[in-house]
C-alpha cells in the first residue's frame, strides 16, 4: 500500500517560515519525481515545486520562486518544502505527490502527471 504522510502544517504570521516534510512508503522512492501542490478555497489544485528522482532538478512556480524550496533525501523516502516569507496568499491545503518517471531527469509540473498523493497538510498565513 503507497503512503505518502505529510508533517508541519499550521499558522504562521506574513513574512514567517514554515517547513512540511512528507514520507513515502509501500513504493519505490528514487524512481518517482516528487511534488509539493496546494489548493486553496475555491481555487484548482496547482502545483507549487516538483524536483526529480535524484533531486537535481527543480521547477518553481512563479510565485513562489525565490521564497520556497523543495528537496528530497532518498535515504529517508522524505521529500521537503521550505517555505520562506510566507504569504496570506500562501494559505492553502498542501499536498505531497508521486509521479512515475523512467526518466531520471524529468521534473513535472502538471497535477496530471501525479498518481499518489498525501492527505493535505493545511498552512495558513495570518496578515
Known amino acids: 500500500q503507497v503512503l505518502l504522510v505529510e508533517s508541519g502544517g499550521g499558522l504562521v504570521q506574513a513574512g514567517g517560515s514554515l517547513r512540511v516534510s512528507c514520507v513515502a512508503s509501500?513504493?519505490?522512492?528514487?524512481?518517482?519525481?516528487m511534488a509539493w501542490l496546494r489548493q486553496a478555497p475555491g481555487k484548482d489544485r496547482e502545483v507549487v515545486a516538483s524536483?526529480?528522482?535524484?533531486?537535481?532538478?527543480?521547477y518553481y512556480t512563479d510565485s513562489v520562486k525565490g521564497r520556497f524550496t523543495i528537496s528530497r533525501d532518498n535515504t529517508k523516502n522524505t521529500v521537503y518544502l521550505q517555505m520562506d516569507n510566507l504569504q496570506p496568499e500562501d494559505t492553502a491545503v498542501y499536498y505531497c505527490?508521486?509521479?512515475?518517471?523512467?526518466?531520471?531527469?524529468?521534473?513535472?509540473?502538471?497535477?496530471?502527471?501525479?498518481?499518489?498523493w498525501g492527505q493535505g497538510t493545511q498552512v495558513t498565513v495570518a496578515s
Open positions: 524536483i526529480n528522482r535524484s533531486g537535481g532538478m527543480t
Open positions: 505527490a508521486a509521479g512515475a518517471a523512467s526518466n531520471p531527469v524529468v521534473v513535472y509540473n502538471a497535477v496530471w502527471q501525479y498518481q499518489r
Open positions: 509501500g513504493l519505490t522512492f528514487s524512481s518517482y519525481a
